[in-house]
């Protein structure tokens, strides 16, 4: 079973909105600090997001007042919700627990 899972991208339009899940294993939800990274297309991967397990948020330029990043500690799970979104969004997310664990990755596509 993965430790960490992604989930929840997909197609937009610009202008649109969606929201991404990672589910994480309880030990390392309730012990790490998680972060959203990206990986554009021909682009390193940058990070985004993250939360500590204190609810302290920090955001990338790119993203500040359109992203919300928060937990669900009920259901050890970090939510990424994306407004406005635009073309230079797209890319693959991953969900990380510091760095140490990694998902899969989930693509978003900002199209139209």
């Known amino acids: 079973q993965a430790q960490v899972q992604e989930s929840g991208g997909g197609l937009v339009q610009p202008g649109g909105s969606l929201r991404l899940s990672c589910v994480v294993s309880e030990s390392i939800f309730r012990t790490y600090t998680m972060a959203w990274y990206r990986q554009a297309p021909g682009k390193a991967r940058e990070m985004i997001s993250t939360?500590?397990?204190?609810?302290?948020?920090t955001y990338a330029d790119s993203v500040q007042g359109r992203f919300t990043i928060s937990r669900d500690n009920a259901k050890n799970t970090v939510l990424l919700q994306m407004n406005s979104l635009r073309s230079e969004d797209t890319a693959v997310y991953y969900c990380?627990?510091?760095?140490?664990?990694w998902g899969q990755g989930t693509q978003v596509i900002v199209s139209s």
């Open positions: 939360i500590t397990t204190g609810d302290h948020t």
């Open positions: 990380t627990a510091s760095g140490v664990y």
